[in-house]
């Protein structure tokens, strides 16, 4: 894929032609009545929010971003730091000047720094290992102090063994080993970057006894296998390395499932799933040095990454000896921040769409996630500015920032389980920005209920690159030449800050952003420059995303019912069967419970084509509000439907039944989780009870999209007269 590369200037000269031209042409679509009825919207009003969201979209600025993402990315701002307390405070004021009311929420967690990290390698001779990243001298904010080289919830002192190279460490990586007969008890590990969360690497070393965990990035996944280095190319330096947490939770360890505020209860962290080992992110510099010398056990097929040398099991002969010490026993408790900007809504000021953005990070974090702190920001400058003249929306928006999400999501869910009440009655969806501009290809993602929405509304945002509408250039750079299918979108599982409104409460979520070639990922090179240089020149991608948001924002805000596509949604269902009846048969399970599962959903995908219908004939003939109200509301209960308070058992804080991050993996995604993971863990009587469970919630969903149907078509009884 190509990289963005214009200049600044012609970065301006393409946001003018956004703003000018291809604005005007979409406008004119709109007029002309090419773009088709929204969901949701009368016929009479679908223009008119048309001309809103391209009030909406027109708002945000390339210039304007390109001052947001320098001030916020100067410097290093790992959450718990006074620097990251000023990122705090540039938010809030540009906020205020927008005229938005402000709040800043600070909570009290466990988030110890580490204060010493040291490496030693003792083979054919002992060297302390150089663990920072080096400074590069055409980039200033590289020359600033870094964050010592420890991934965050590490476990602190000290772990001496030979080394074991563990391949990604991955459970099955380890079921290699166990069938070669190497153990990694009292050894030190190195693990390779990628395919799994981090701290599923940790969790599965030291649960087979691994006295150290080391993690590197290898030059074969964004080194310079895949393209130059930076500063000559987007890809990771030799000495360059990735940070980041290990902890496999979300929130406050301390505070599972609670606030952390001032008074609440707290664990003991040996009393946490916290790691209790040293965990240490390394470069593939360090790594080659290390490798260089371990011998014993040849690689299995597939192990082979691409540093300039042949690869090697062990154990040893190298021995290595890991140290971290942290401030725990000190300053363990930690300060954080959240930012809220509210636009409050004219009619409905008690219902309440969310977009936000994480704003911590483990370097400058241009890209993560500075690149979503900002598009957030535009899309608020955007509404803030139609509000000025009278155009406020009629549900309120909330534009958030999130502190410590590099720790495990902990600003986002130590509020949503602050604000849990007012969440589960009144949000209508929660908007994702994180990296939402390193590059030009577009992505998008979150509920299937919103995806036919957020396509909607980028074929009504201007490509920065001229190939039309974002739509058309997504459609062009994923490869979708059958008119009939849409581009793939990701699912919720985890791993960002819509987990406490999805995964948590079941609220509807949506996400977008635009990639491209890059090797910075929580690195010191994640930088102003190196995005004004490879990821966004111009900045026109953060702005662009601005639009998205600054449009979908309103869409959700303003609507007359709620435009969720629960056909979409249950046609998404339907493709999760087979794997459902697969790994059943291959358990030698009885599988009659599936064709149930089978017809619930198909039921849902019935009931909510026939209400899309009764919707669209209401609002065109005319409802009065104590319809719609009725209806949204029925709206609002049938992704929370899927929310069960108990909880998934290998996890109670994950409690929707449809998605959540892969408890084996961290990354990927796993559908349908209770079930899913009572084929995987359990027996053929949990996964059934799984499966029945599921179906009622299916049945429950049905339920309420015909109520919501009845709403829309049942007369309001005249008030009786005395």
Do not use: C
Request: aromatic content about 8%.
């Amino acid at each position: 894929m190509s990289v963005f590369r214009t200049s600044r200037l012609l970065g301006a000269a393409v946001a003018a032609t956004v703003s000018a031209s291809a604005l005007t042409s979409t406008i004119a679509l709109a007029q002309s009545g090419a773009l088709p009825t929204m969901p949701g919207y009368a016929p009479a009003t679908t223009e008119a929010q048309r001309r809103l969201e391209e009030l909406a979209i027109a708002g945000p600025l390339p210039t304007r971003a390109r001052t947001h993402s320098s001030t916020l990315s100067r410097e290093p701002h790992v959450a718990g730091t006074a620097a990251q307390e000023r990122t705090r405070d540039y938010v809030i004021a540009q906020m205020k000047a927008m005229g938005l009311e402000t709040e800043v929420r600070t909570y009290d967690v466990w988030l110890p720094h580490a204060t010493s990290v040291k490496i030693t390698r003792m083979g054919r001779d002992t060297v302390a290992l150089d663990l920072a990243e080096p400074p590069i001298a055409s980039d200033p904010a590289t020359q600033l102090p870094q964050y010592l080289t420890a991934n965050g919830s590490t476990g602190e002192g000290t772990g001496t063994g030979e080394l074991v190279f563990v391949n990604f460490g991955l459970i099955e990586d380890y079921a290699t080993l166990d069938s070669m007969g190497v153990s990694v008890k009292g050894k030190v590990v190195l693990a390779r970057y990628g395919r799994s969360f981090r701290g599923i690497k940790a969790r599965e070393a030291e649960k087979r006894g691994a006295v150290a965990v080391l993690i590197y990035t290898d030059p074969l996944d964004d080194g310079f296998v895949q393209g130059d280095i930076y500063p000559d190319g987007p890809m990771r330096p030799l000495r360059g390395l990735q940070r980041g947490s290990v902890f496999n939770g979300t929130g406050d360890p301390l505070t599972p499932g609670y606030a952390s505020k001032p008074g609440a209860p707290r664990l003991k962290p040996e009393q946490t799933p916290l790691s209790k080992i040293p965990v240490v992110p390394i470069s593939a510099y360090n790594a080659e040095q290390l490798l260089s010398q371990v011998r014993g056990t040849d690689i299995p097929r597939g192990w082979q990454g691409g540093m300039g040398l042949r690869y090697h099991v062990g154990p040893g002969p190298v021995r290595v000896t890991v140290e971290v010490a942290t401030d725990a026993a000190t300053k363990g408790t930690k300060p954080i921040h959240n930012t809220l900007g509210y636009l409050r809504g004219t009619d409905y000021p008690e219902e309440y769409v969310y977009i936000g953005a994480h704003r911590d990070s483990w370097g400058p974090g241009a890209a993560d996630n500075i690149s979503g702190t900002v598009s957030v920001l535009e899309a608020a400058n955007a509404l803030a500015d139609m509000a000025k003249k009278g155009l406020r929306p009629k549900r309120t928006i909330v534009f958030a920032t999130w502190d410590a999400e590099e720790w495990g999501l902990v600003g986002s869910t130590e509020y949503v389980e602050d604000d849990s009440l007012r969440l589960k009655k009144g949000a209508i969806a929660y908007l994702n920005q994180d990296v939402s501009a390193q590059g030009s290809q577009f992505g998008g993602g979150g509920s299937p209920s919103m995806r036919a929405i957020l396509r909607d509304v980028v074929k009504s945002v201007p490509d920065p690159k001229g190939r039309g509408s974002v739509y058309q250039a997504w459609r062009l750079t994923s490869g979708t030449r059958v008119d009939s299918l849409e581009p793939g979108m990701g699912d919720p599982g985890g791993g960002s800050d819509f987990a406490g409104f999805y995964n948590h409460f079941g609220i509807p979520t949506a996400d977008w952003g635009f990639g491209g070639p890059a090797g910075t990922y929580h690195s010191a090179y994640d930088t102003f420059a190196w995005m004004e240089r490879f990821g966004d020149p111009g900045f026109v991608y953060h702005a662009t995303a601005g639009r998205i948001g600054a449009a979908m924002a309103l869409r959700l805000a303003n609507a007359e019912v709620l435009p969720y596509d629960y056909a979409e949604f249950a046609r998404t269902m339907l493709r999760y069967i087979a794997p459902v009846e697969r790994g059943m048969t291959q358990k030698g399970w009885n599988t009659a419970s599936v064709a149930t599962l089978t017809a619930a959903i198909n039921k849902l995908n019935q009931a909510s084509i026939d209400f899309a219908k009764t919707r669209d004939a209401a609002l065109t003939k005319g409802v009065v509000k104590s319809q719609k109200d009725a209806a949204n509301a029925a709206l609002l209960s049938v992704e929370r439907g899927f929310a069960r308070d108990a909880g998934l058992k290998s996890r109670p804080w994950y409690r929707t039944l449809i998605y959540a991050a892969d408890v084996d993996n961290g990354y990927s995604s796993m559908v349908f989780p209770g079930v899913n993971e009572a084929i995987r863990y359990g027996t053929e009587a949990e996964t059934n009870a799984e499966i029945a469970d599921l179906v009622k919630r299916f049945d429950a969903a049905s339920a309420a999209m015909l109520r919501a149907s009845t709403a829309l078509t049942t007369t309001p009884s005249a008030p009786t007269r005395r």
